[in-house]
């Protein structure tokens, strides 16, 4: 099968690739608004003791930090598929979606698949500065 060079379809996949990164982002950036107004709603309604008020609090920091890495990571997998930059850590933030059922799966795989293409590689090494 002959080598065919990176064209039009190549490029709206990967400028697709590269808003569907930006909107999941700015998704697990709303769910860091759930994760707070769920701590001051259990902790306006629930009457707790200390103690475990602070075993909640520690559990909404770890949340909060874990969500607030999956939402980098997405818009900086968007910014690098827009600049054709960084496809192994690309790679990385997809494979990470994948555990996210069924919007994170979805746009995983895809990026994968689309990343793995001989075009799209050649076109990220062509990018890649040494």
């Known amino acids: ?3 065919r060079q990176f064209n039009l379809e190549d490029e709206s996949h990967l400028h697709l690739l590269s808003v569907f990164h930006f909107v999941m982002g700015g998704l697990y950036a709303l769910g860091i ?3 707070a107004l769920h701590f001051f709603i259990m902790w306006m309604v629930m009457k707790m003791p200390p103690e475990v008020v602070n075993i909640m609090i520690v559990f909404y920091i770890v949340a909060t930090l874990i ?3 999956l939402a980098t ?3 900086l997998a968007g910014f690098w598929l827009k600049k054709r930059v960084q496809h192994s850590l690309t790679i990385v933030v997809a494979a990470i979606n994948c ?5 994170g799966t979805a746009l995983g795989v895809f990026t994968i698949i689309v990343l793995q293409r001989p075009t799209v590689k050649m076109t990220y090494a062509a990018n890649t500065r040494i």
């Open 67 to 69: 969500i607030a890495a």
């Open 33 to 35: 608004g759930f994760v």
């Open 99 to 103: 555990a996210s059922f069924p919007l």
């Open 1 to 3: 099968m002959p080598a």
């Open 73 to 75: 990571g997405n818009i």
